[in-house]
């Protein structure tokens, strides 16, 4: 998943966390790795998206991990944040562009990392300038490297087959139970002089379009969800369905369709949802569409940071 250039919490609780072996930090970010391979090999023409993420999500929780947050299947335009619905029939097409996003969760261990799937093979200018922009940013990653400069890198490299990259979304920090912690990683040189600190794990996502605004917006759809705060909700069913949300997800993004699958009935699922939101206790994930919808490719990867270089853990 991606962040976006609006939360800038330098608080980053990569320091925080309890010693975990690096080994074990490993295993599970290529794990992470293998989730979203295996998920891009499900996509193909005429397959529902709901089966795709249904059908990861499964078997990841099989290997004993916990869903990062719910698979993203953004296709085209949208750059991000689409995941089915519990009732989404909708399928992929011959010439989509698909973003496929996942992680996975394991001792609060989260991998965040995405590859696109071009179904008709016309749109590989697009695909090799986000694997080219990832090239480019590991290629300078270490401690004390200003993440403006990545930014830098990452612009150069995208603006050279004359694509551009998406302003408004960025990487940043892999915390402890915190996809998205400090620093964030733009796209472009924002001027930003943050600097890399050794031991921090990072994702690193260009976003490519060949559309002329290169920043993304807020479309009408959203099925992701977070909890901010506990509020008061007065329906009877929103108070069941906070009550869901605490207990199963916490602080960690949801989607509604986790929720469809625990309740007994879906009635009235997303007015209570709307009500719970509302009062501010949730944050919603819409999705998020290439304004003049040009067609946007990403690949996310994560990296430890080290002294002297950087190491690649989503292989
Ligand atoms: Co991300």
Redesign the pocket.
Known sequence: ???EDKDKDEDSKNNKEEKIDIDTIKKIYKAGYSAVKEAASYVKPGVKLLDVAERIEHNIIEQGYNCAFPINLSINEEAAHYTPSFQDEKIFNEKDVIKV?FGIEEFGIMS?C?VTVDLSGDHADLVDASKEAIDAALSIIKSGVEVGKIGQEIENTIKKRNLAPIKNLG??GLGIHD?HAGPFIPNFNNKDDTKLEEGTII?I?PFVTNGKSGIVIEGDTCEIYQLEAEAIVRSQNARKIMSAIINRYKNEPFAVRWLANELDSKFGLYSSISEIFRTGALNAYPVLLEQSKGLVAQT?VNVLVGTDSCELLTK
Do not use: T
């Open positions: 998943m991606e962040d996003d965040d995405a990487g940043h996809l994702a996502e996310e």
